[in-house]
């Protein structure tokens, strides 16, 4: 059976049970949330947060990952900061 890994960039975090620091065989993967842990997107928006949590997205060690987010055509915004061109997008946003 296919499965899907999901990789986290979360170097030299002391937490990490694996490179990517996401625990697939406990269960553990990726919430994506609004203004923060636990908050729901609103309707119509895009998310601004992205974290390693639990099956159920109730981890009380959840870990922030980098988050890009879209603003226009050509335009992100990284880890809820300014608007910037996604060329001045640096690697490990993308």
Known sequence: ??????????????????????????GSGLGFYGAGYGISVPVGQFQDTTWVTNANGTASDQYRLNNTKFVSSGTVSSN???????????????
Not at 80 to 94: L, S
């Open 80 to 94: 809820a900061g300014a608007a910037i061109a996604n060329y001045y997008m640096p690697n490990y946003y993308a």
């Open 1 to 26: 059976m296919a499965s899907i890994t999901f990789w986290g960039n979360m170097n030299g975090a002391a937490h990490s049970t694996s490179p990517s620091g996401i625990n697939h065989a406990a």
